[in-house]
């Protein structure tokens, strides 16, 4: 792959309200490059998208309430697992799914407004699929760390301010 | 009391950046690119290894020179990443920090009245350590025209008889400067010429942007007048455990560990743990700073320069050092200025020899956000004050 495009997604990688001028300053390219490679890889879905990571409960927003669900499938001949798996994605209260090694096939994550309307969703559309096995549901209690940022995370500087 | 305190010390100035600390230590909402340290926090794995330690109860002394695996690891760091053979029983001596060892190493050589030549602007300590062992100082200014890079003429046009000692510091603080293979192959032709002994100052040498750091020592002939210096602080952003390490022909090991064993006895003993950790599986984490650093240098080279600031491309360390000279004023009135008007705080060059006067040290040991925010304080103020200047040549 273009050397420019590796140095892009690593700068964007963390931080995508990085500004097109900054980017451009960083990497010693044009803007007009940053935009053009950027729209690229939109394009070929290279980039998939930018999400906000958010404290809801911080924001006073406590009330989701967030489940891994293990599912085990028997899989489909020529398909494996992929048409139940592309199927679970298309629930709006699915926030990912993936495929597994070990004692079950899916890890799916759902989040909802009450446990009871996630025990819903698990026991009237998930378990009920033709294909799953069985489920087994988490709760999540705590959030404590989530695509790589710790939350609360005490990021002051112990640095003096001037050293040699 | 000061009739107790002895004079040389006495005369010893206060290192210029200590003087602008205290300025700036006081103020809120300053953004420093004044700081000569990684910003990132020791990676965890090696914080693990120091904390399993005292677990451990590790809290013991070590032998004088270090822990054995820790000087086999650095051993072994050292050939694999310069290519270079030290002996870990008698050629490696750990030290607190890289400044431990500049200083035992000028003591143990340094006879009253020698000479320890020293191309500036430079590192704040050498001076004073060199001045504190008896030494006498000879500064070499290096200039921006040649990337600041020590030349072989002017090396040897500051050679005398009493010459003994050459300090070099490539990955350079606070200048960003590195030397080629061959730019150093031409130092140590005069250094072999003049029989001097080369303290190599190499704890940036992980912070090397195009191409590979070449250790001094490596160089035909080298090691046998070299005292490679190196540690943890920058490479893995372990400052402040204070480890660092010498490694030097097993005469002069011997000689260094002498002082080191009378003085401090041993470093800590928990950050020899963790930087035996650090060598052992650290190595991934200093790419992905190196990758971050880079970016911000490109960041802050071309942000100084479009802000009125002419910079030349630092391939090492993580300081810009761009000229002021454009704005008439001093390092120090310019300093003073921007922290009081903009509350950036950056470090005067002439901080570092006198040849640093008319530049400002800029470290990039800081997030994108900061950087980007402390670049447009700098352009405006350096626009506000080119006006004002313009002004006071139009009544002129």
């Given at each position: 792959m273009?050397?420019?495009?590796?140095?892009?997604?690593q700068?964007l990688?963390?931080?995508?309200?990085?500004?097109?001028?900054?980017?451009?300053?960083?990497?010693?390219?044009?803007?007009?490059?940053?935009?053009?490679?950027?729209k690229?890889?939109?394009?070929?879905?290279?980039?998939?998208?930018?999400?906000?990571?958010?404290?809801?409960?911080?924001?006073?927003?406590?009330?989701?309430?967030?489940?891994?669900?293990?599912?085990?499938?028997?899989?489909?001949?020529?398909?494996?697992f992929?048409?139940?798996?592309e199927?679970?994605?298309?629930?709006?209260?699915v926030?990912?799914?993936?495929?597994?090694?070990?004692?079950?096939?899916l890890?799916?994550?759902?989040?909802?407004?009450?446990?009871?309307?996630?025990?819903?969703?698990?026991?009237?559309?998930?378990?009920?699929?033709?294909?799953?096995?069985s489920?087994?549901?988490?709760?999540?209690l705590?959030?404590y760390?989530?695509?790589?940022?710790?939350?609360?995370?005490?990021k002051k500087d112990?640095?003096l301010?001037?050293?040699? | 009391?000061?009739?107790?305190?002895?004079k040389?010390?006495?005369?010893?100035?206060?290192?210029?950046i200590?003087?602008?600390f205290?300025?700036?230590?006081?103020?809120?909402?300053?953004?420093?690119?004044?700081?000569?340290?990684?910003d990132?926090?020791?990676?965890?794995?090696?914080?693990?290894?120091?904390?399993?330690?005292?677990?451990?109860?590790?809290?013991?002394?070590?032998?004088?020179?270090?822990?054995?695996?820790?000087?086999?690891?650095?051993?072994?760091?050292?050939?694999?990443?310069?290519?270079?053979?030290?002996?870990?029983?008698?050629?490696?001596?750990?030290t607190?920090?890289?400044?431990e060892?500049?200083?035992?190493?000028?003591?143990?050589?340094?006879?009253?009245?020698?000479?320890?030549?020293?191309?500036?602007?430079?590192?704040?300590?050498y001076?004073?350590?060199?001045?504190?062992?008896?030494?006498?100082?000879?500064?070499?200014?290096?200039?921006?025209?040649?990337?600041?890079?020590?030349?072989?003429?002017?090396?040897?046009?500051?050679?005398?008889?009493?010459?003994k000692?050459?300090?070099?510091?490539y990955?350079?603080?606070?200048?960003?400067?590195?030397?080629t293979?061959?730019?150093?192959?031409?130092?140590?032709?005069?250094?072999?010429k003049?029989?001097?002994?080369?303290?190599?100052?190499?704890?940036?040498?992980e912070?090397?942007?195009e191409?590979?750091?070449?250790?001094?020592?490596?160089?035909?002939?080298?090691?046998?007048?070299t005292?490679?210096?190196?540690?943890?602080?920058?490479?893995?952003?372990?400052?402040?455990?204070?480890?660092?390490?010498?490694?030097?022909?097993?005469?002069?090991?011997?000689?260094?560990?002498?002082?080191?064993?009378?003085?401090?006895?041993?470093?800590?003993?928990?950050?020899?743990m963790?930087?035996?950790?650090?060598?052992?599986?650290?190595?991934g984490?200093?790419?992905?700073?190196?990758?971050?650093?880079?970016?911000?240098?490109?960041?802050?080279?071309?942000?100084?320069n479009?802000?009125?600031?002419?910079?030349?491309?630092?391939?090492?360390?993580?300081?810009?050092?761009?000229?002021?000279?454009?704005?008439g004023?001093?390092?120090?009135?310019?300093?003073?200025?921007?922290?009081?008007?903009?509350k950036?705080?950056?470090?005067?060059?002439?901080?570092?020899?006198?040849?640093?006067?008319g530049y400002?040290?800029?470290?990039?040991?800081?997030?994108?956000?900061?950087?980007?925010?402390?670049?447009?304080?700098i352009?405006?103020?350096?626009?506000?004050?080119?006006?004002?200047?313009?002004?006071?040549?139009?009544?002129?």
């Open positions: 273009d050397d420019r495009k590796i140095k892009l997604l700068a990688e963390h931080n995508h309200r990085i500004s097109v001028g900054t980017l451009a300053t960083m990497l010693n390219l044009t803007e007009k490059e940053v935009n053009d490679l950027i690229e890889m939109e394009d070929v879905k290279i980039i998939q998208g930018y999400v906000t990571l958010i404290d809801w409960e911080k924001a006073g927003q406590n009330n989701n309430v967030t489940a891994l669900i293990d599912v085990k499938i028997t899989p489909q001949r020529d398909v494996g992929d048409v139940i798996a199927r679970i994605c298309r629930f709006p209260e926030t990912s799914v993936y495929l597994m090694s070990g004692g079950y096939d890890s799916v994550m759902v989040e909802g407004t009450s446990l009871k309307q996630v025990a819903f969703f698990v026991s009237e559309k998930l378990a009920t699929m033709e294909n799953v096995q489920t087994a549901t988490h709760f999540v705590k959030k760390k989530q695509n790589g940022i710790v939350f609360n995370d005490d112990h640095r301010v001037i050293s040699p | 009391m000061t009739r107790f305190v002895n040389k010390i006495a005369q010893l100035p206060y290192s210029g200590r003087k602008f205290d300025l700036a230590g006081g103020m809120k909402g300053v953004i420093s690119l004044g700081v000569g340290e990684p990132f926090i020791t990676p965890w794995h090696i914080c693990e290894a120091g904390i399993y330690s005292l677990e451990k109860g590790y809290t013991n002394y070590t032998s004088n020179c270090g822990l054995e695996e820790l000087r086999r690891e650095i051993s072994r760091y050292l050939l694999r990443r310069y290519g270079l053979h030290y002996d870990y029983v008698n050629e490696i001596v750990v607190v920090g890289a400044s060892a500049i200083d035992i190493a000028l003591r143990c050589v340094l006879e009253p009245g020698d000479e320890v030549i020293i191309p500036e602007p430079c590192f704040v300590s001076k004073p350590c060199a001045a504190m062992a008896g030494g006498v100082v000879k500064t070499i200014a290096t200039r921006e025209s040649d990337s600041f890079k020590l030349r072989p003429e002017d090396l040897e046009k500051a050679i005398t008889p009493r010459s000692v050459l300090l070099l510091c990955p350079n603080n606070p200048t960003g400067a590195v030397m293979e061959k730019e150093l192959q031409s130092i140590a032709e005069v250094a072999a003049y029989d001097l002994l080369v303290i190599a100052d190499e704890i940036y040498s912070l090397t942007y191409g590979e750091h070449v250790s001094f020592a490596s160089l035909p002939g080298m090691k046998e007048r005292v490679l210096i190196n540690g943890f602080s920058k490479s893995f952003a372990m400052t402040g455990w204070r480890i660092g390490y010498a490694a030097a022909p097993a005469e002069i090991a011997a000689a260094m560990l002498k002082i080191h064993q009378y003085t401090v006895m041993c470093a800590p003993i928990m950050g020899q963790a930087a035996i950790e650090a060598l052992k599986n650290g190595e984490e200093i790419k992905k700073m190196v990758l971050l650093y880079n970016q911000r240098r490109s960041l802050i080279v071309n942000g100084l479009r802000a009125g600031l002419p910079c030349f491309e630092p391939k090492g360390a993580f300081y810009a050092f761009p000229s002021i000279k454009a704005t004023m001093s390092s120090q009135e310019f300093c003073e200025k921007l922290l009081k008007e903009e950036v705080a950056v470090v005067p060059g002439d901080a570092f020899g006198e040849c640093g006067e400002i040290r800029c470290s990039y040991a800081a997030s994108t956000e900061q950087i980007v925010e402390a670049l447009s304080r352009e405006k103020f350096v626009e506000r004050h080119a006006k004002r200047q313009r002004a006071v040549y139009a009544v002129r």
